[in-house]
């Protein structure tokens, strides 16, 4: 059974930092592209970057942008997201998703989420 279990949220003031992480288990872990997703309450989630099953190609949202850093450990079945000059606006849960296709089968996995709080 395929877990993904994210850890490292909490409240922080603005201009503060977070490092989340995303721990996997019961998945080869480097057959995944990887996801970091925000939701906001009321909204639907957000796409805030990912990154490639080998670690050395990743994407970001524009609001991410600059202050975000996504980044994989496939020898630890570890997935991070360290988080930079917070701002208000980044207050969410944040969801860890791990992305795959198997025979032309899609196979998407998600963790339980992290409440991020950015408030002073």
């Known amino acids: 059974q395929v877990q993904l279990v994210e850890s490292g949220g909490g409240l922080v003031q603005p201009g503060g930092s977070l490092r989340l992480s995303c721990a996997a288990s019961?998945?080869?872990?480097?057959?995944?592209?990887m996801n970091w997703y925000r939701q906001v309450q009321g909204k639907g989630r957000e796409l805030v970057s990912n990154?490639?099953?080998?670690?050395?190609?990743?994407n970001y949202a524009d609001s991410a942008k600059g202050r975000f850093t996504i980044s994989r450990d496939n020898a630890k079945n570890a997935l991070y997201l360290q988080m930079d000059s917070l701002k208000s606006e980044d207050t969410g849960v944040y969801y860890c998703?791990?992305?795959?296709?198997?025979?032309?089968?899609?196979?998407?996995?998600w963790g339980q989420g992290t409440q991020v709080t950015v408030s002073s």
């Open positions: 019961g998945v080869t872990f480097s057959t995944l592209i």
């Open positions: 998703n791990g992305y795959r296709t198997t025979w032309g089968i899609p196979n998407d996995y």
């Open positions: 990154i490639n099953r080998f670690g050395d190609s990743t």
